[in-house]
């Protein structure tokens, strides 16, 4: 394991990975290419992804404060 591979998930800037904070084993917080706040996680060998309902003009920061629970920040 370790090794890159590849996402199919349009991404604009710098997305935020948290691990373990959710009931999928990686969760990635990202602005879309019409600055969408979105989330998506691995779920298998397949992606899920969620609109969070938010524009957003900066990259998302994430932080894990135990299991379930994180706080994702971004400038709307």
């Known amino acids: 394991s370790g090794a890159w591979s590849r996402i199919p998930i349009a991404i604009t800037g710098t ?4 691990e373990g904070a959710s009931s999928y084993p990686v969760d990635i917080f990202y602005r879309d290419p019409t600055n969408r706040l979105k989330r998506s996680s691995l779920s298998g060998s397949s992606w899920v992804t969620q ?3 938010r524009a957003v003009i900066s990259d998302p920061v994430t932080v894990s404060w135990g299991a379930g629970r994180f706080d994702v920040v971004a400038i709307g």
Do not use: T
């Open 51 to 53: 609109d969070l309902g």
């Open 15 to 18: 997305p935020a990975v948290v």
